[in-house]
């Protein structure tokens, strides 16, 4: 029997010794709150290890609570004792803002677990995961659990307390990547024709949104794979000598009291996913793939959600109070009189949309974070649109381009620290937007991004990284297009020595040329029309390099 | 002997090196022949699902099909 020795529980963390690696389960008043691996995701300090308090768990913990450690494979209670973390003399109460209980996931992140859920609440998942596999059936796939699911399904007929979504998984019938993701788009297609509203992760696999009977909605990933070179390989990390007999015909597995499809050797897959011990309760398991593999399915497959995590993240907390419209759209509306569309690339929560909505201009917001801006669809503002559009997928930038271009003119496109987080590869396809879109005479590209960072944090407020306004310039011509303006701004006018500096740019691809073409030849530190109405309305005031 | 010695050193040391360099450009190589299994999806989508009906000259169904495309994106 594993034995924990020295057990000490504070605010820092975690402290105990043992003499072999243990996976514990930490139970608060006897509720699994989160797992973890003593040694492997500890800090070995003292001659023992000190587990720190996962950062999503901190703002909890205050108060009492009665602390029980568990080994999960047999059921072992290695500790008990009452501690108290912080200085609130309350029960420590780790729930949502609703009350709901909370639990971390594999990755420490705060989740609604299927422990804490009741059969009811189970029942719409189970009916979710029964209509998506019979819609990708009808799509063309033969679909069945995957990862956690199906080690559920196969090991306990349950599914996995301490798992927060579900899994399913298909191996296609093609063998070429290309082919597999043509397939992918298909599917995604489908599901959406079907009223599912999807959420794409890679060229390969997406999540399926399911409203649960309390409203909370809940994932269900849908991993593509396929077969070759007798190896399967399945998106979430998976490339293993296989063959397709282990999959076809599928079998099945009952999974809390239905039956659901299964690969037909289930056995293989989960010794493939989750290792030979794959039968014995780990819920703090880690994949480790060979890098080889994730080589692999990335350049195959990924790269087309460069930091959407971190973007949903932001997005994920509720704006607080009421923001204004900025001072770029502000000056849009002043200078564009007789807008016929306007358009706002990385809208963010829509803010600015909303203010050329209100002055009687179709708007349209466009994000990639669908988050940031669905409180804001929601309200179904007139003159408002919302659309996900991602700077990283070509199928977004032509067909959404081609909708734009049909729209009334004079179009403008705004893009408002936007070329300041996105890289050369989103850039390129930005500036590829404007080339299909801004066409026309009275055409207009707003841009406005940070060129130097002060002292005042203006860049670390708005998660922005440098960029030289020559190089964007550069790019612009490249792309056909001619820069009409260009205007450098300190954000701190009244502190120039710790100001940072936002550049702003016009431009076009419809052929107009600036008034001044030879001033485009050498770098232009101050406004090429001439007009300085700007100056006196504006945050940030004109300054010199 | 003390100066073949650190002659030999260094020629496994530049033939190292450019084993390693050339090693590198090599994996990002095969990364960008991997990434083109994307663009020709995307590209193939856009056409099967877009340009061909776009060839028929139907503004009304474009329109329509414009819209569905967008809503599945």
Known sequence: ??????????????????????????????????????????????????????????????????????????????????????????????????????????????????????????????????????????????????????????????????????????????????????????????????????????????????????????????????????????????????????????????????????????????????????????PAFHFEMPSSTHRRLNGWFRGMRLDRAKWERFYSVPERGRRGPSELVRQVARREPDLGTFVDVGCGRGSDVAFMARRGVPSWGLDFCRRAYADREQRALRHVTFQL?????????????????????PRVLMARHLVDVIGPRA?????????????????????????????????????????????????????????????????SPDRPEASSQVCRIVATWSGERPPDDSSLDKPVEHDLTGDKTAEHQTNAHEGGQ | MAMIESLRQKARGVARGSTQTRLARLEEDVEECRAINIRLAELTDLVTELLLPVAQRDETKLGELLDRYRESL
């Open chain 1, 1 to 282: 029997m594993t034995r924990l020795r020295d057990v000490r529980v504070d605010d820092s963390g975690i402290f105990a010794r043992s003499r072999r690696e243990v996976v514990v389960d930490v139970l608060f008043d006897d509720r699994r709150v989160f797992s973890f691996w003593l040694r492997r995701d500890s800090q070995p300090v003292e001659g023992g290890h000190l587990f720190a308090w996962p950062r999503a768990i901190r703002p909890h913990l205050d108060g009492h609570t009665e602390m029980t450690m568990v080994e999960p494979a047999t059921g072992d209670e290695l500790y008990r004792g009452e501690v108290r973390l912080g200085k609130g003399d309350d029960r420590i109460a780790v729930v949502n803002r609703d009350g709901a209980p909370l639990a971390l996931d594999k990755s420490m992140r705060k989740v609604l677990t299927f422990d804490t859920r009741s059969a009811d609440h189970v029942e719409p998942l189970l009916d979710a995961i029964a209509d998506v596999l019979g819609t990708l059936k009808e799509a063309g796939v033969d679909a069945f659990l995957a990862y956690g699911t199906l080690l559920g399904a196969v090991r306990s007929q349950h599914l996995i307390g301490h798992d927060s979504d579900a899994d399913l998984g298909y191996v296609s019938k093609h063998e070429y990547p290309v082919d597999v993701i043509r397939e992918s788009f298909q599917l995604h297609r489908f599901l959406v024709a079907a009223g599912y509203h999807v959420t794409r992760y890679s060229a390969a696999a997406f999540k399926v949104d399911v409203i649960e009977s309390d409203g909370s909605v809940r994932g269900l990933d849908v991993f593509g794979g396929f077969m070759r070179d007798g190896h399967l390989y399945m998106m979430g990390e998976i490339r293993t000598p296989f063959r397709r007999e282990w999959v076809f015909p599928l079998g099945t597995a009952v999974l809390e009291g239905r039956e659901f499809p299964v690969p037909a050797a289930a056995e293989r897959l989960l010794a493939a996913t989750y290792g030979p011990t794959w039968r014995t309760p780990d």
């Open chain 1, 427 to 491: 850039r390129g396809n930005l500036w590829r937007t404007g080339a299909s879109v801004l066409r026309q005479p009275g055409d207009r590209l707003y841009l406005e991004f940070c060129t130097r960072a002060g002292a005042d944090g203006y860049a670390e407020k708005n998660r922005v990284t440098v960029r030289s306004s020559r190089r964007m310039i550069d790019e612009l011509e490249q792309s056909g297009a001619t820069v009409l303006r260009r205007r450098l701004l300190l954000t």
């Open chain 1, 389 to 409: 559009f991602n700077l990283l997928e070509v199928r977004h930038v032509v067909a959404i381009s081609a909708i734009l271009a049909r729209l009334p003119g």
